[in-house]
């Protein structure tokens, strides 16, 4: 399938273990964060979101952690199977009138290995 | 429940021609956005549309342009194609204009190759 994003930083994971992604965001005034997982020749697909009054969620084997002061994001897969290879990325949103603008991070590769 | 369409999923165009993407929100949701996705400068964002008002724009010369029908439907169009407009163009919609932070939802996108 097609690539978007040949020179991505890469996360190698054995299958079974935990995967922690991290993004920076870059807008302060920033306060709904969402992740989106992409895979080979697909449209990004809707993983987690989180609030900025908020400073963790969980879902299912997913995780997500917030932390405002330092303007970090994280999204913690837990028991990473081969289904998780993908592009993983997080996205910031300014919640109101102003509409959805998502800015997007550069993406992180995770590879899942047997 | 239906999700994103997008038409063409793959199409080859000549500089200088142009081109016009169509999607297909799911059903229900009232706000379109377009985003450009290319190796080089990641996923950006094109321009939103809720009820067939065009509320944000990012970045791009104005020969992208788009516009939403009263079905939610929205078409963008790029003129006089460059090389660079090579690139996955992706369609995303949500229920609201982003003041809830509803699911934005994409779809598979319409790959265009400019030669």
Partial sequence: GESVGLHLPTLSVQEGDNSIINCAYSNSASDYFIWYKQESGKGPQFIIDIRSNMDKRQGQRVTVLLNKTVKHLSLQIAATQPGDSAVYFCAENILGAAGNKLTFGGGTRVLVKP | ?115
């Fill in chain 2, 1 to 115: 429940k239906a999700g994103v369409t997008q038409t063409p999923r793959y199409l080859i165009k000549t500089r200088g021609q142009q081109v016009t993407l169509s999607c297909s929100p799911i059903s229900g949701h009232r706000s379109v956005s377009w985003y450009q996705q290319t190796p080089g400068q990641g996923l950006q964002f094109l321009f939103e549309y809720f009820s067939e008002t065009q509320r944000n724009k990012g970045n791009f010369p104005g020969r992208f342009s788009g516009r939403q029908f009263s079905n939610s439907r929205s078409e963008m169009n790029v003129s006089t194609l460059e090389l660079g407009d090579s690139a996955l163009y992706l369609c995303a919609s949500s229920l609201d204009g982003g003041t809830s932070g509803n699911t934005i939802y994409f779809g598979e996108g319409s790959w265009l190759t400019v030669v």
